[in-house]
């Protein structure tokens, strides 16, 4: 007879029926989440990296007009004898910016800078290593070139009214030069989202205060506050808050008040001290979940008013891994933007990994490129989900899907760079 007691399912176990799948979790924060109100216009280089409220379209065409690609000589493709070489005498410069307006006749050329507009009587750019100018000035051109060679057409990179850049498209620095060259110096972008955090726990202490017997420094804070930094939110960092409920209460209040999104850590799981569920449930409208992944089973959603809550495991390595695959997505749509899956990579496994089918795993891992330029990844040694320096070390998640039952050297895996970003 068996004497292993076990009163509860528990995050040991190999499957609990009431786990649910990744993809279940990214659905129901799909369907509570929702873009925040709100917009501010701004001159365009304080929105890089911000969300565009409506889709811009070009009011030009860009280039405006017909232009050389090339310094050379401008003539008509006419002119040019159907063998053999023509002569032919240059009859002025155009600059870029300052336009040659006389008309080209048969057999007259005009020198052209790059990016001079087209003079008139003209058709195509011969470049200056293509020509031979003589000793008495005349200029020597082949008759193997033809119409529209290095011309840069009108509206060749952008036509008026094409569109730019859609609604929910984060801005680039390719953008700021696009919108830049249709003369459009302020641009609509919706509001930052304003996001606080607060890390629970009665072990933790914050810098600069000592570390008495049992306590540890709070890191969560610093992690989150990395990866909030790499995003467009307005972040409010409350603190360490005391395993109370009536503390945890106050600081729920203070920060729905404030914020769009609340992000807490620790305090989800099933402990004495765990007290986020109970106050959650008086003051707001919560769902608890134990998701099928490693680490970052436990993960809280809810609701205070119109602020959404992210109550995230309190390991340190479990903020992060919930963080990349849950708040980032829950952002992404407060900010405006669409969700986007995280881009995965194969790689050739360096190390043998053990893994349960059944759930999602994330190892740390260290991906570099071999000798044939394809990826290949290891492990970053210990991979315990408080173990933080298995992150500071890898520059990828190792993703092992639910269905992965180990790993062997050699075999191809995904994995996924690290990016703190709205994608
Ligand atoms: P919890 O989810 O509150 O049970 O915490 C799980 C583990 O993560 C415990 O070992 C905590 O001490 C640790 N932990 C929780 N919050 C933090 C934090 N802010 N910084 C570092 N470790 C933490
Ligand atoms: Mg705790």
Known sequence: MSTKIQSASSCADPFDPATISLADALARIQDRVTQVEGSERLPIRDCLDRINLAAIQSPI?????????????????????????????????????????????????????????????????????????????????????????????????????????????????????????????????????????????????????????????????????????????????????????????????????????????????????????????????????????????????GQIDNTVFMGLPGNPVAVMVTFSQFVIPAIQILAGTTVKAPMLFKARALDKMRKRPGRYEFQRGVATLDDNNRWQVGKTGKQGSGILTSMSRANCFIVLPDENAGVDIGDEIDIQFFDWSLG
Not at 101 to 118: E, H, P, S
Not at 191 to 198: E, G, L, S, W, Y
Not at 199 to 218: H, M, N, Q, R
Request: aromatic residues 4%; proline residues 6%; glycine residues 10%.
């Open 61 to 301: 065409d860009v280039p405006a007009s017909p232009n050389s690609a090339m310094d050379g000589y401008a003539i008509s493709i006419d002119s040019l004898p159907a063998d053999g070489v023509g002569e032919f005498s240059e009859i002025g410069t155009a600059y870029a910016g300052t336009p040659f307006n006389q008309t080209c006749g048969k057999l007259q050329c005009v020198r052209i800078m790059t990016g001079a507009l087209l003079p008139p009587g003209t058709d195509a750019v011969i470049m200056q290593e293509q020509a031979e100018v003589t000793a008495s000035g005349r200029v020597r051109i082949d008759s193997d070139h033809r119409v529209n060679e290095n011309i840069r057409q009108a509206g060749e990179d952008i036509r008026t009214g094409e569109t730019l850049l859609e609604a929910g498209a984060r801005i680039s620095p390719a953008d700021l030069g696009v919108l830049a060259s249709l003369g459009i110096g302020e641009l609509d972008v919706v509001r930052k989202p304003v996001v606080a955090f607060f890390s629970t726990g009665d072990e933790l202490v914050s810098i600069g205060e000592p570390l008495a017997a049992g306590k540890i420094y709070d890191s969560n804070r610093y992690s989150l506050y990395g990866m909030l930094s790499r995003l467009p939110v307005d972040i409010i960092d409350l603190g360490v808050i005391r395993d109370q409920p009536g503390a945890i209460r106050e600081a729920l209040v203070t920060a729905s008040q404030q914020a769009d999104l609340i992000i807490t850590t620790g305090g989800v799981s099933v402990g004495e001290a765990d007290y986020i569920k109970p106050v959650l449930e008086e003051i707001g409208d919560t769902e608890f979940w134990k998701i099928a992944i490693k680490p970052g089973r436990p993960l809280t959603l």
